[in-house]
Nanobody, 124 residues
Framework: QVQLVESGGGLVQAGGSLRLSCAASGSSLSTYVMGWFRQAPGKEREFVGGRKWNGNTYYADSVKGRFTISRDNAKNTMYLQMNSLKPEDTAVYYC??????????????????WGQGTQVTVSS
């Protein structure tokens, strides 16, 4: 199966920016729906954003206008650009890919492969 390796997490001050990377191997990202999820301590994993095969992107209301998903086909890597970060954005962020198009893009069941997660901490 496709292997996903995340990087780019860390500690950032509120209002700052981070770009998370998710490098894929074993298969081309172009054949998958792509998504980003996050999970804060004591909370359930929640949808952040996703990209369909047709190129349309979707974002949670909490991050819309601040986060952007992109893909570099040459590097087989997808990115999550996070701007204007807030303390409530603190969480472990996961990239994911899937081919289960029967599920909406915002639910975890749509994805079959997950990265290991990268910690994002936003200080106030």
């Amino acid at each position: 199966q496709v292997q996903l390796v995340e990087s780019g997490g860390g500690l950032v001050q509120a209002g700052g920016s981070l770009r998370l990377s998710c490098a894929a191997s074993g298969s081309s990202l172009s054949t998958y729906v792509m998504g980003w999820f996050r999970q804060a301590p004591g909370k359930e994993r929640e949808f952040v954003g996703g990209r369909k095969w047709n190129g349309n992107t979707y974002y949670a209301d909490s991050v819309k206008g601040r986060f952007t998903i992109s893909r570099d086909n040459a590097k087989n890597t997808m990115y999550l650009q996070m701007n204007s970060l807030k303390p409530e954005d603190t969480a472990v962020y996961y990239c994911a890919t899937g081919r289960n198009s029967a599920w909406p893009i915002m639910v975890a069941s749509a994805y079959d492969n997950w990265g290991q997660g990268t910690q994002v901490t936003v200080s106030s």
